[in-house]
C-alpha cells in the first residue's frame, strides 16, 4: 500500500458561546428562532476536496464517488461530491486514525454558529447582500468561494454539507439550549449550504435540507469538525 502524506488541515477555531438559531422568515423546521450555546469547537476552512478525498480513496481502495472521472467535477480543487452519509463518516474515521486526532462532521447548530461567523443578523454568511444571479454548471472550487469573518468558505453556492443529525421538522421547537445534537432517530440527516444545482443556489445561513442518509448526489459534500480531547 503506498504511503499517503497528510497535509494539515486549514481548521477555524470557534469559541464557547450562545447564538440565534434558525430564522423566522424560513420555513416551519426553520423556526423558531432560539438561542443555542455551543462548546467551543474546531471547523475545517473549507468542505473536503477531491485533492483530499483521493488520499482516501488510494489509502482504503474505497470505490470513488459518482462523477469522479467526469471533468466537471474531477477539479482537485473542487470539493468531493456524489458521496453519502455513511462514507463521508468513514472518512472522518480514516483521518482520525491516520492523524490521532478525532474527525465528525458537524452538528447542524455548530455549522450554522460557524457559517454565522458573528453576523447574528445576517441573512447569508458573508451579510445580508445576495451576490449577482450566477449560473454554475459544476461545483466552484472551494479557494474561489466568499469568506466570512471567520474565514470560512464554501458555504452557499457550492454544495449541500452533511450533518451529524437525524432530521425533525418540529426539532427546534423542543432542541436543548445546549449543544443540541438531533434527534435521536429518523429517516433523513441534515445538510446544510446552498448548492450550485439550484437555480438559485444562494441559501440562507439558516435554511435547513436533509437527504436519507444512503443517497448521492452531484451537489452533496461535507466538512470537518476536529474534537476537542
Known amino acids: 500500500m503506498a504511503t499517503i502524506i497528510l497535509d494539515a488541515m486549514e481548521l477555524v477555531e470557534v469559541a464557547a458561546g450562545w447564538f440565534w438559531m434558525g430564522w423566522e422568515e424560513g420555513g416551519p423546521g426553520e423556526r423558531p428562532r432560539h438561542r443555542v450555546w455551543l462548546d467551543g469547537f474546531a471547523i475545517a ?23 469522479w472521472d ?5 477539479d482537485p480543487g473542487q470539493p468531493v461530491v456524489g458521496v453519502n452519509w455513511f462514507e463521508a463518516v468513514l472518512y472522518c474515521d480514516w483521518l482520525s486514525n491516520l492523524s490521532r486526532e478525532r474527525y465528525r462532521l458537524p452538528t447542524e447548530a455548530e455549522w450554522e454558529r460557524a457559517a454565522r461567523g458573528g453576523l447574528e443578523g445576517a441573512r447569508f454568511p458573508w ?19 466568499a469568506a466570512n ?11 449541500h454539507e452533511w450533518c451529524l443529525d437525524w432530521e425533525n421538522g418540529m426539532y427546534y421547537a423542543a432542541s436543548p439550549e445546549r449543544n443540541p445534537q438531533g434527534p435521536s432517530h429518523g429517516t433523513r440527516r441534515v445538510s446544510r449550504g446552498g448548492a450550485w444545482r439550484h437555480q438559485d443556489p ?15 448526489y452531484s451537489d452533496y459534500g461535507f466538512r470537518l469538525v476536529r474534537v476537542a480531547d
Open 149 to 159: 469573518p471567520l474565514g470560512i468558505r464554501a458555504l452557499s453556492g457550492v454544495c
Open 202 to 216: 444562494w441559501s440562507p445561513v439558516a435554511h435547513r435540507s436533509s437527504l436519507p442518509p444512503d443517497l448521492r
Open 70 to 74: 467526469n471533468p466537471r467535477f474531477s
Open 127 to 145: 451579510g445580508n447582500d445576495r451576490p449577482v444571479s450566477a449560473a454554475f454548471d459544476r461545483p466552484p472550487r472551494v479557494a474561489e468561494t
Open 45 to 67: 476552512r473549507a468542505p473536503v476536496t477531491n485533492a483530499e478525498y483521493s488520499r482516501f480513496l488510494e489509502a482504503t481502495e474505497a470505490a470513488p464517488p459518482p462523477w
